[in-house]
């Protein structure tokens, strides 16, 4: 089956921790760049960080420093750590992938709630 399963979100304070986790099946994970991105009411769906086949990665600049994006190709997984979280992060958080021919497939997402 063809998916991305998206665990790890939570209610935390400000200035907590939190550490996302996306599990892909049915895809060619190695070759795949893979990214995080997140959706506030009301807001449009943004990207927070995405990393490449290669290792590569980059940030959006409201989480460059605090977010941490990693993959591990031999479980098939991409993870986000989430340090010094804001209240402005709250936000259903999404796992995307890009194969090689440029398909797309989305995971169904996670709540991260910050609360002051």
């Known amino acids: 089956q063809v998916q991305l399963v998206e665990s790890g979100g939570g209610l935390v304070q400000a200035g907590g921790s939190l550490r996302l986790s996306c599990a892909a099946s049915?895809?060619?994970?190695?070759?795949?760049?893979m990214g995080w991105y997140r959706q506030a009411p009301g807001k449009q769906r943004e990207l927070v960080a995405r990393?490449?086949?290669?290792?590569?990665?980059d940030y959006a600049d409201s989480v460059k420093g605090r977010f941490t994006i990693s993959r591990d190709n031999a479980k098939n997984s991409v993870y986000l750590q989430m340090n010094s979280l804001k209240p402005e992060d709250t936000a259903v958080y999404y796992c995307n992938a890009i194969n090689t021919w440029g398909r797309e497939l989305w995971g169904q997402g996670t709540q991260v709630a910050v609360s002051y």
């Open positions: 990393i490449s086949s290669s290792g590569n990665s």
């Open positions: 049915g895809i060619i994970f190695r070759s795949s760049t």
